[in-house]
């Protein structure tokens, strides 16, 4: 089993809270509300801001589990960790951490269906599968040349992100200064043809995709300067900041466009608000920002998802060709095929909505976890101070987790074959491995590198 090499140097700290700040919140901001705005009006109604602010809720309880565990074990890992830190399962802890790549390639191939269906249609008119097909194309080989990321770079692409939001919540302002907009349609549920808690809950399930990302910020305690005492004000402000964002976004569109038009409009419902509330603003234009904004988001998606294929690989609990790499790129080239062939797949056979909601699945599926997690490592004290979530925190984290990703919370059926097929991959590839190499004992620190 790979060993560290002795002597290496730790990574450089470098990372301060505001960084940390603009990490947590361009983590979040991206494909999420760009794309699934309209379809989470389609499910609940006019009342479009409750299900973002109790999908806010949900992510916001599961992050103190994860302060506590950054706090207690400041390492660059996350969910793998700590399932196996708590549980020492080995298949539980795989499959924990394939789940997570897996949410990480439904979460791209999201973004490539937004991308290709919706904000570059505002320039050229091509069939939607071909330009999705293309895109996931060119994120492998963008992948494959070698990206280098740093936090200052994202501090720069979650302005722009963000400059996306924040144009449509200043247009609602404005529009509503106007004396436009119908505050009626803000108390307006969608029981046509189910009852007001599964209308609720289903899109609450749904819009959960577009708070996801904070949980990636723990994969850059080893790089944060103190980070038992930076993570948690940090974090916290990040969520609140993106959750107030959302908040203002869901209730622009929801006061501007009816419900119908919202629905209608489908992953382009913003690019709608935008046309309906300023119509001589030039729509190309925040078009642009969508492509950027999704983009980013399936690159970032990517990536993660590549890596933790070569971690496991190396790691030996699947088989060792997927830890191959090129000798000229120096990056995992078998890992991003892979990767590459499943995205490809789902983009051209499942909707946005379905990969959006199956993305929201596997992540809390994961969260109810770690929020478990916790409380089982609360028996392992450590010697340093750190965080510590009051007790009721990670329970109520993990029951309304394990709600929301229960069929009770009204969810699609085929979200869970998605997510089956998905990670019964994963478990054909583990068979295969311990058949031939035998069981093996993996360190799960580097996983989600």
């Avoid at 609720?200 to 850059?220: C, H, K, P, Q, Y």
């Avoid at 988001?297 to 070569?310: C, E, G, H, P, Q």
Wanted: glycine letters at 8%.
């Amino acid at each position: 089993m790979p060993t560290p090499h002795a002597g290496q140097p730790e990574l450089k700290r470098a990372i301060g809270p505001t960084l940390l700040w603009f990490f947590v919140i361009g983590d979040i901001l991206g494909t999420g509300i760009y794309a699934l705005t309209g379809v989470v009006a389609g499910k609940i109604g006019g009342a479009l801001w409750l299900p973002f602010l109790l999908a806010f809720v949900v992510a916001f309880l599961t992050a103190f589990s994860y302060l506590e565990l950054v706090g207690k074990y400041p390492k660059a890992a996350g969910a793998a960790l700590y399932t196996n830190r708590a549980f020492h399962i080995h298949i539980l802890t795989f499959m924990v951490a394939f789940a997570v790549m897996s949410s990480g390639l439904t979460s791209a191939s999201s973004a490539a269906r937004a991308f290709s269906g919706t904000y570059l249609q505002q320039f050229v008119t091509i069939p939607a599968w071909v330009v999705a097909v293309a895109f996931v194309v060119l994120l492998a080989l963008i992948n494959f040349r070698g990206v280098a990321e740093s936090v200052k770079t994202n501090v720069v692409l979650t302005c722009v992100e963000l400059a996306g939001l924040l144009v449509v919540v200043g247009i609602g302002v404005w529009a509503v200064t106007q004396g436009r907009g119908e505050p009626g349609r803000l108390l307006e549920f969608n029981t046509a043809d189910q009852s007001v808690l599964i209308a609720i809950t289903s899109a609450t399930s749904l819009a959960f995709f577009a708070m996801v990302g904070f949980e990636d910020s723990v994969n850059m305690a080893e790089e944060t300067r103190n980070p038992s005492r930076i993570f948690p004000r940090s974090m916290l402000l990040g969520m609140a900041s993106a959750g107030l964002i959302y908040l203002l976004v869901a209730v622009t569109s929801s006061l501007l466009v009816p419900v119908e038009e919202l629905s209608a409009a489908g992953g382009g419902a913003l690019l709608r608000v935008v046309q309906v509330g300023a119509e001589h603003f030039p729509l190309q234009l925040f078009a642009f920002i969508g492509l950027f904004a999704v983009s980013n988001s399936a690159l970032i998606n990517m990536l993660m998802a590549s890596r933790l294929v070569y971690g496991m690989a190396n790691e030996r609990i699947i088989p060792g060709v997927f830890g191959l790499v090129h000798p000229l790129r120096r990056t995992p080239w078998v890992a991003i095929l892979f990767t590459t062939a499943i995205a490809v797949l789902l983009v051209t056979n499942v909707d946005l909505a379905l990969l959006g909601g199956t993305t929201s699945l596997l992540l809390l599926a994961v969260f109810t976890i770690v929020n478990v997690a916790v409380l089982v490592l609360r028996r392992e004290p450590v010697k340093h101070k750190h965080f510590r979530a009051p007790t009721a925190v990670p329970v109520l984290g993990a029951l309304t987790c394990a709600y929301l990703a229960s069929p009770l919370s009204g969810r699609p059926p085929r979200e869970y074959v998605i997510a089956g097929i998905l990670l019964l991959v994963g478990l054909v590839l583990w068979g295969i491995n311990r058949l031939f190499v035998g069981k093996v004992d993996f360190n799960a620190s580097k996983l989600e590198k």
